[in-house]
Nanobody, 119 residues
């Protein structure tokens, strides 16, 4: 059974930093692209960023220069710096067999982690 288990997140003031991580199990994810998707209350899910199996990273414009995705073996992390209140959302890690910036292309999903940024 495929599982993506998340940890981290929490509450931070604007300008602060948080890290969310995701560990994959159940199949070798080394060939999968791993991404992060977020969903704010009342909003659609939106792509945050993705890292390819080879380590190339892609980000939505609003988080470029502030967020960094990294991966080591079956663990992928999202380091979030200079956080803004508009970054408040539930963050999901997800896996896909190819690199995509469309959240609908991800096949496997973590349970979600709340990130709240206060002003």
């Amino acid at each position: 059974q495929v599982q993506l288990v998340q940890s981290g997140g929490g509450l931070v003031q604007a300008g602060g930093s948080l890290r969310v991580s995701c560990v994959a199990s159940g199949r070798p994810f080394s060939t999968y692209a791993m991404g992060w998707v977020r969903q704010a209350p009342g909003e659609e899910r939106e792509y945050v960023g993705v890292i390819s199996s080879g380590g190339s990273t892609y980000y939505r414009d609003s988080v470029k220069g502030r967020f960094t995705i990294s991966r080591i073996n079956a663990k992928v992390s999202l380091q979030m710096n200079s956080l803004k209140p508009e970054d408040t959302a539930v963050y999901y890690c997800a896996a896909s067999t190819f690199v995509s910036t469309d959240s609908r292309d991800f096949d496997y999903w973590g349970q979600g982690t709340q990130v709240t940024v206060s002003s």
